[in-house]
């Protein structure tokens, strides 16, 4: 199994950036699809997360309104599409997919990219 995240990179604050996350080597229709980040000296925090079938999204508080999860079923893709990037947007950011009511550290984790908003 192997996700691979893609599209990080350095953007000024109130721009925007596309993650994506291409996941392969089984089916994912039971598990949930999540964006996590941490920042340093902080600890990891869920950011959005969906199911494959593409129901039930849920935002963090922080990034409500300016975030949008996505899947593409067809092409086993889950985006991340982040506007309105604040500073406090910067950390790396992982994809991530595990089974309904379990916990997310036991399912299977991207390498991570990093996300920078900075002037």
């Known amino acids: 199994v192997q996700l691979q995240a893609s599209g990080g990179g350095l953007v000024q604050p109130g721009g925007s950036l596309r993650l994506s996350c291409a996941a392969s080597?089984?089916?994912?229709?039971?598990?949930?699809m999540g964006w996590f980040r941490q920042a340093p000296g902080k600890e990891r925090e869920s950011v959005a997360t969906i199911t494959w079938s593409g129901g039930r999204p849920y935002y963090a508080d922080s990034v409500k309104g300016r975030f949008t999860i996505s899947r593409d079923s067809a092409k086993n893709t889950v985006a991340l599409q982040m506007n309105s990037l604040e500073p406090e947007d910067t950390a790396v950011y992982y994809c991530a997919a595990y089974l309904w009511n379990t916990n997310p550290s036991s399912g299977y984790w991207g390498q991570g990219t990093q996300v920078t908003v900075s002037s």
């Open positions: 080597g089984r089916t994912f229709s039971s598990y949930i």
